[in-house]
């Protein structure tokens, strides 16, 4: 079909790409790209420290989620609150200043829930995930 998939070097460095075209054994052509580097991606991450899967907060009671960033600089984060299926807490949302500490109010709804904090390192967002955790009724 004259399209192929190259799969680029997993060793970072200037590489040359150089097609030959053969039939029968007989080299019909052969031509060569320019040059291209292949590099290595810093990509930005959030880790979730506290809540843990072992942790128990009561319900509609006040408490601290930590977390850290690594490989860029984010000013801000979001706090996503879902439940252990994955879906989404409506309401469960906060926007704060990325100083890796956020007070919030846990849901009044005793279950299973997991925080999901995502930072935009400018060009890149990244999130981290909580251990899953447990709301118990007050």
Same mark, same amino acid.
């Given at each position: 079909?004259?399209?192929?998939?190259?799969?680029?070097?997993?060793?970072?460095?200037?590489y040359?790409?150089?097609?030959?075209?053969?039939? /029968?054994?007989?080299v019909?052509?052969?031509? @060569?790209?320019?040059?291209?580097?292949?590099?290595?991606? %810093?990509?930005?991450?959030?880790?979730?420290?506290?809540?843990?899967?072992?942790?128990?907060?009561?319900? $509609?009671?006040?408490?601290?989620?930590?977390?850290?960033?690594? $490989? $860029? !600089?984010?000013?801000n984060?979001?706090?996503?609150?879902?439940?252990?299926?994955?879906?989404?807490? %409506?309401?469960?949302q906060?926007?704060?200043?990325?100083?890796?500490?956020? %007070?919030? !109010?846990?849901?009044?709804?005793? $279950?299973q829930?997991?925080? @999901? !904090?995502?930072? /935009?390192?400018?060009?890149?967002? %990244?999130?981290?995930?909580?251990?899953?955790?447990t709301?118990?009724?007050?």
């Open positions: 079909s004259g399209i192929t998939t190259v799969t680029a070097p997993a060793n970072p460095g200037t040359r790409l150089r097609l030959t075209v053969s039939q /029968n054994g007989s019909l052509a052969t031509t @060569e790209s320019g040059q291209f580097s292949v590099f290595t991606l %810093n990509v930005p991450t959030v880790s979730v420290s506290v809540p843990t899967t072992a942790t128990s907060w009561p319900a $509609g009671s006040s408490q601290t989620v930590y977390w850290s960033t690594a $490989g $860029g !600089i984010a000013t984060v979001i706090i996503f609150l879902k439940t252990a299926t994955g879906v989404y807490v %409506n309401n469960g906060w926007a704060v200043p990325n100083t890796s500490s956020a %007070n919030l !109010i846990m849901p009044t709804t005793p $279950g829930y997991q925080f @999901e !904090i995502s930072a /935009n390192f400018g060009s890149i967002t %990244n999130s981290g995930l909580s251990g899953i955790f709301v118990t009724a007050p």
